[in-house]
């Protein structure tokens, strides 16, 4: 074997030379694979408010201390108050608590312009959440069906617990995981598969992983409440989360046990480590947190991934129990090319399968497969075409195996073969036939339908058929990815050009339908302005950066798996299907065109109020904005 690196000297100025390498080497995925756990999972929350804690500490209102938060100066109540006082089933309490936080919430973002929390959607549902008032809808919701104040009280209850339980050990706890084993294999190879970050699920131990940083946590919580012993017990359970990303099979007190071994004696030293990127929290801290999401934190994981791998190394050479778990050699050193061709053999055998079974495209078919991802042909030569393709995407990402530039996963102890159907069924590179497009289409029209009427149901109590047709559908949404899969079918092999792209694409659009309209019919059903990164109030950053999320997700995740299904479904059942649906939604769009969807919760709304367009596009089918403004403020028009 070759080593890739040499030993650690065990100096804080190598070990963050290594981390900048290894940053600037793989900045866009690390910085996203950050910037989720800044916003999505927590981990690090105290980063994100640390300007507002600043302000906070500067006017005496509330000190953190040791992960907890000792206020000086009670302000406006919090969602906690409010949940209490529905489970007290002192609802009227709680709601006016919660529209006074509503209220605070848009009188500081009109004050500090930059961090406002006054529009947009990503405004209204951190207000609706962090206010409480989300609970307050819910309750209406259910009281409107259930009529008991005290069966509803214990529903709020036991659904809080369950659904705070589940996000945190399964979402929260198994990412901080997820995310380490990412950068364990970036430190080494220069490409990461986006599909490493399933890691828990191939290995089939999602569970364990995901147990064993809940209890990690649970520990930490707990010694946090003596203050010293929780700084104590920070370092020695540092390691854990870069433990269970080499082995998730690791028992989860073995794990956190083991951890606590290897920082015996190097507390102090990981301590000033960490000390060591004080200054870029601090300069962030007057950035409103900028330099820590775009910088600081990726700077500081990547250089506590390279700290890690000393220790790892060093307890393995002492001796400290445990360490023999520690076996994902190949994380930490490169194998020897001849041994990986033996591993890889039968890349040849793959090659003599491409030469047997290729399909060759010519003229349409070549066209349109190349430039709209449509597979114009029978399914069956589809099926065929794409597990060729498979087999080829696979070629490729072995000879990538074999050149050390990525993580060889069949040398992974814990590596099983039927893995290769569960990445075959996400691959995305792939055309499309007409009936997946079109199955596709309703798919995501459906599921629009049905966000929306749930949403409806939660804010207003009541059942209501969103959109301006009276199918369960609502074509903005169905029409906008497979808008997505055809046009920008080019950019797909290209993560990142595929991102911007869409953003093109929905600006575009969005721009110059709010054009149209205003033109044809004299109305803006919305408008941004006001809004950060708006272009005369038709588009603005903040949209466009929920076209790109969802689209990204729907392109490289959603669609491939739908469709995989999809070729399960013999072609003289899926066409009728299709036929059928295609008929029954050509009649509702005719016939809608004399008789509209109107009504309560649907175009009825006491005022017609301006809002901006993704939420329009997200939440609602072309009608009064009215209405979608009342779903992300939570509040009547």
């Not at 080494?188 to 290995?203: D, E, I, N, R, S």
């Not at 019919?521 to 999320?549: K, P």
């Amino acid at each position: 074997m070759a080593t890739a690196k040499e030993r650690p000297t065990g100096t804080r100025k190598e070990w963050k030379a290594a981390g900048r390498k290894m940053l600037r080497k793989n900045y866009l995925m690390i910085i996203l694979l950050c910037l989720i756990s800044i916003y999505f999972t927590g981990e690090f929350g105290y980063i994100q408010s640390q300007a507002e804690n600043l302000n906070a500490v500067i006017t005496k209102q509330e000190v953190p201390i040791g992960g907890i938060t000792f206020k000086l100066n009670a302000g406006g109540e919090t969602r906690g108050d409010v949940l209490e006082d529905i489970i007290n089933e002192d609802v009227d309490a709680g709601e006016v608590k919660a529209e006074e936080q509503m209220q605070e919430y848009k009188d500081q973002g009109v004050k500090r312009e930059i961090q406002g929390r006054q529009a947009g959607i990503f405004a209204g549902i951190a207000n609706n959440f962090s206010s409480g008032h989300m609970y307050i809808q819910i309750y209406r919701s259910l009281n409107a069906v259930i009529h008991s104040k005290r069966v509803i009280s214990v529903i709020f209850l036991i659904w809080n617990i369950l659904f705070a339980v589940f996000i945190w050990v399964f979402v929260k706890n198994m990412y901080r995981g997820a995310m380490r084993r990412m950068l364990l294999e970036a430190r080494m190879y220069p490409t990461v598969p986006a599909g490493h970050l399933l890691h828990f699920k191939l290995v089939k131990c999602w569970k364990r992983a995901s147990i064993t940083l809940s209890l990690q946590a649970i520990l930490q919580a707990l010694w946090d409440i003596t203050i010293i012993g929780g700084i104590i017990k920070h370092y020695s359970y540092m390691l854990v989360p870069y433990i269970v990303a080499e082995n998730p099979y690791i028992k989860p007190l073995e794990a956190i046990n083991l951890s606590r071994r290897m920082m015996n004696g190097y507390k102090w030293e990981a301590c000033k480590f960490e000390l060591s990127f004080m200054g870029w929290h601090l300069l962030s801290a007057v950035t409103f947190g900028l330099v820590d999401a775009l910088w600081g934190i990726p700077y500081e994981v990547c250089a506590t991934t390279e700290y890690y791998a000393k220790r790892r190394q060093m307890a393995i050479e002492d001796g400290v129990e445990g360490t023999e778990q520690l076996n994902d050699t190949y994380l930490y050193e490169l194998d020897d090319e001849q041994h990986l061709r033996k591993v890889y053999s039968d890349i040849e055998e793959s090659k003599h399968f491409i030469d047997t079974h290729r399909i060759e495209l010519y003229g349409a078919k070549l066209f349109f497969a190349k430039n709209l991802g449509l597979w114009i042909g029978s399914t069956e030569s589809k099926k065929q075409y794409d597990e060729v393709d498979n087999v080829r995407q696979q070629i490729v990402e072995d000879r990538a195996v074999i050149k050390h530039k990525i993580y060889p996963q069949r040398l992974n102890p814990r590596w099983f073969e039927d893995n290769k159907r569960i990445v075959r069924s996400t691959r995305y590179l792939r055309s499309y036939t007409i009936w997946s497009i079109i199955m596709v289409f309703f798919v995501f029209s459906f599921g629009g339908w049905c966000y929306e009427v749930g949403i409806h149901l939660v804010q207003d109590g009541v059942f209501v058929n969103r959109g301006a047709f009276h199918g369960p559908w609502l074509p903005i949404y169905g029409g906008g990815v497979a808008m997505i899969m055809m046009v920008l079918a080019r950019f797909r092999a290209k993560v990142h050009q595929e991102i911007i792209a869409i953003i093109i694409l929905c600006g575009i659009v969005e721009y110059f339908t709010s054009y149209f309209i205003e033109m044809t019919s004299g109305l803006r059903y919305w408008d941004y302005t006001g809004y950060f990164l708006n272009l005369n109030g038709r588009i603005c950053g903040e949209g466009l950066t929920v076209f790109a999320i969802g689209g990204a997700a729907a392109v490289y995740l959603l669609v491939p798996v739908l469709d995989t299904m999809l070729s399960k479904i013999n072609v003289k059942i899926l066409a009728p299907i299709c036929i059928v649906l295609v008929a029954i939604f050509c009649a509702d769009v005719v016939y809608s065109l004399f008789v509209p969807n109107t009504g309560k919760g649907i175009t009825d709304y006491d005022s017609y109020k301006k809002v901006g367009a993704a939420s329009h596009l997200l939440l609602s089918e072309v009608q009064p904005p009215g209405d979608a403004h009342h779903l992300l403020q939570g509040q009547r028009s």
